[in-house]
C-alpha cells in the first residue's frame, strides 16, 4: 500500500481551515485538516478536471 503525505495549500499559512490532499493506492484523497476526516476519494483524472476548473475560475462564485 503506497500512500503518500498530506499536503495542504500553502494560502492556509499556520491555519488548519481548509482540506489536505494525497495520493494512496493510486486515487486521490481530500479530507479536512481540523478533523482529519477525508472527504473525498477519486481518480488522478478527475481530480485533475477538477483543479483545471478551479483554475479557470469555475467556482470563483464560491469563494467567501
Not at 22 to 45: H, K
Amino acid at each position: 500500500m503506497s500512500r503518500s503525505e498530506w499536503q495542504k495549500s500553502t494560502f492556509s499559512g499556520a491555519s488548519n481551515e481548509c482540506v489536505e490532499v494525497r495520493t494512496a493506492d493510486g486515487m486521490v484523497e481530500l479530507r479536512e485538516s481540523d478533523t482529519g476526516d477525508i472527504v473525498v476519494r477519486t481518480t488522478p483524472l478527475k481530480f485533475a478536471k477538477f483543479v483545471q476548473g478551479v483554475k479557470a475560475g469555475e467556482f470563483d462564485h464560491l469563494m467567501t
